[in-house]
């Protein structure tokens, strides 16, 4: 439980980064922003329920031994989780600027919001990779992996997202641009780790 209390804690210091460096940009930088995170924060709530079905699946069937089910279902739910948020991701980046104003009238914030939203928008389906794998550890009894998982993401991963920000202009919007491009490389790494995983542990 202490690896899966960590990167459970390494969420909460990631977003503290993120805010960090948001607060550069000044008051209505970090009230658009605050805000625009409320509003995504909704559309994660199936992807959280599918997360706790995978680690509920996954742990049934891999203390039975039958890894074809281990397999299999870790697939489909990152082809269920992968749809669902493109989905979700559609509907956010459309209602980007009225979901900001439901929460502010100030034009700066709304801009800064909206901005965030939008650019979050096309990382959505890429989430489902962190959060499927990352239930898909913890019923493998890895909970370390987990751990290792998140402190990857939310901790070191914005060091080279601040630095190609700050290479390419330093603006809100290349900062979260970036913040973009490293969570897909990212993502794409740890699906090839999780795929050579599943080849090399999980065999009859």
Not at 67 to 80: F, G, P, S
Not at 106 to 112: P, Q, S, T
Not at 134 to 151: D, P, Q, R, T, V
């Amino acid at each position: 439980g202490i690896p899966a209390s960590i990167g459970m804690m390494m969420i909460a210091v990631g977003s503290y980064i993120l805010l960090f460096f948001v607060a550069y940009f000044g008051d209505n930088a970090i009230a658009g922003y605050t805000a625009a995170t409320r509003y995504e924060q909704l559309f994660f709530l199936p992807l959280l329920g599918l997360s706790t079905a995978v680690i509920s699946i996954v742990g049934q069937n891999f203390g039975g031994k039958n890894y074809d089910r281990v397999k299999q279902t870790n697939y489909k739910a990152l082809m269920i989780g992968i749809i669902i948020l493109i989905i979700l991701g559609v509907i956010m980046y459309l209602t980007s600027e009225l979901a900001m104003k439901i929460f502010t009238s100030n034009l700066e914030a709304i801009k800064y919001g909206s901005t965030y939203l939008k650019i979050s928008a096309l990382i959505f389906p890429a989430y489902p990779i962190y959060f499927i794998s990352n239930g898909f550890f913890m019923a493998l009894k890895k909970s370390s992996y987990a751990m290792n998982l998140n402190i990857v993401r939310n901790i070191l991963l914005p060091i080279p997202t601040i630095f190609f920000a700050i290479f390419i202009g330093g603006s809100f919007k290349n900062f979260f641009w970036s913040y973009c491009l490293f969570n897909w490389i990212f993502a794409i790494l740890l699906l090839t780790f999780v795929s050579i995983f599943i080849k090399n542990k999980l065999h009859s």
